[in-house]
């Protein structure tokens, strides 16, 4: 006769390799119905606009992910984006000399990854104030920071690790717009590529602008942003990077480079 607690343990086993198969199954049905979708999704693009030949199937992906694998909302997405691209970068992509006043309030850092290999971003944001130029070449600056951050990605990897850094901000560096031009382009145009966002040293201030700007944030984007509290930055920040990758303001040892 088995020995009962052998015949529990074959019977968790059991239970494990089943898990993982189940596991293995759902994954592979996963990928198998998003490389469908996906298919369906370049045939009709390619057709509305012949330009999308060029796009690779991780970017059409990242569309139909940001709509629920709905292809027909994920194409009209897309195309929009091949529309509004076209328009707002027709040499393919912004040169730092189009955004020289943003440029010079050195406020945006990359350097560094998290420890799947995400680059990782940081803004100042008490060293952004409204400029000459406006909210036109400000929009400008987030596609070239955009840009930049995935240049930087290495093969595999899609999305990019960002910290907003909110020490010694105040009212005048609230730009409403801006902030609100910011989410748009990064939800519309850049969707499935943020990571995760941490908001660090956030002064009460803060939370009236937030009140604003929340209410135009999709509940995926919310869903990765993380507002930190000063007692526990180091150690949440180090959940996700390790301390070789992490800027010396937080603790670790890199110096901050600017994009």
Known sequence: MMDCKKLESKEEETSRHVVVETDDYLKNSNELVELTKTRLMRAFVEAQDPSSKVVDDLMLRRFLRARDLD?????????????????????GSISASEVPNQIAQNKMFLQGSDK????I???LGARHFQVKGGLKEFKRYVVYAF????????????????????????YSNSDIRAYLGAVSIL?????????????VHVPFLFTTVWKII?????????????????????????????????????????TLVPI
Request: charged residues 30%.
């Open 214 to 254: 929340c209410p135009f944030i999709d509940n995926k984007t919310k869903e990765k942003i993380v507002f930190v509290e000063n007692k526990m930055l180091k150690s949440t920040l180090l959940e996700e990077i390790d301390e070789s990758q992490l800027p010396e303001k937080y603790g670790g040892k890199l």
């Open 187 to 199: 939800q519309d145009y850049y969707p499935e590529r943020l990571g995760k966002m941490f908001v």
């Open 121 to 123: 971003a940081v803004l």
């Open 71 to 91: 292809v027909e909302q994920a194409s009209a997405m897309f195309l929009k984006y091949l529309k509004w691209r076209q328009a707002f970068a027709p040499n």
């Open 147 to 170: 840009d930049k951050i995935c240049a930087r990605m290495p093969p595999g990897q899609e999305k990019f690790i960002f910290i907003g850094d909110l020490e010694g901000w105040g």
């Open 116 to 119: 799947r290999g995400c680059p």
